[in-house]
């Protein structure tokens, strides 16, 4: 069994996805509850996840059990006097995607958009990143349409860096000297 990964930021808890995880996660909502310690929402879970993404999780968790965070995240909002929410997901698309990069993505539920979740949780992602000697760019895509998401990346500090496709754009983060 893998040691527990988490990071904490002003409001968040964020926590490396183990197989158990994301095993309760595809069939046992309260058997993910008991894992995170949080509750998690009727809706879950957020937008552009799905069985398949989950499925790719597992399988990926499967292959890689010692990822040592190099995957999947979920992040929880601490509430007073109440468990933690379970309010999104993102993380790595493995180590690297090429030579001394990483890619990062996240998802926030509805619910809780618009509210600096997905800034928070991309600069603590990022900055955990570059605390590996091995990574000097962090990368992100996302679709033109999605303002907000564009926003959290250029409040993260990530540029522009090349269209992947007509339909996306491809950011990047590099290592401050």
């Known amino acids: 069994m893998t040691a527990r990964i988490e990071l904490t930021t002003p409001r968040l808890t964020l926590v490396a996805v183990t197989l158990a995880m994301i095993e309760a996660e595809l069939g046992d909502r309260a058997g993910l509850a ?13 937008p552009l996840n799905d069985e398949n ?11 890689n059990p010692d990822n040592g965070g190099w995957g999947t995240w979920y992040f929880l909002l601490r509430r007073e006097g109440a468990r933690p929410l379970l309010i999104g997901n993102g993380g790595f698309k493995g180590h690297f995607v090429a030579p001394g990069t990483c890619e ?21 992602l990022a900055e955990w990143a570059f605390a590996h000697p091995e990574i000097d760019r962090v990368v992100a895509h996302t679709l033109p349409e999605l303002l907000p998401s564009i926003r959290v990346l250029e409040k993260n500090g990530f540029t522009p860096a090349a269209p992947l496709e007509p339909e996306a754009i491809m950011f990047e983060r590099r290592r401050s000297p």
């Not at 995170?36 to 929402?41: F, R, S, T």
């Not at 990062?104 to 600096?116: L, W």
């Open 34 to 46: 008991l894992l995170l310690g949080a509750e998690v929402p009727a809706g879950w879970p957020p």
């Open 53 to 63: 993404t989950m499925r790719w999780t597992r399988d990926h968790l499967a292959a």
């Open 104 to 124: 990062v993505g996240y998802s926030v539920m509805e619910t809780h958009q618009r509210n600096g979740y997905a800034t928070e949780f991309v600069a603590a």
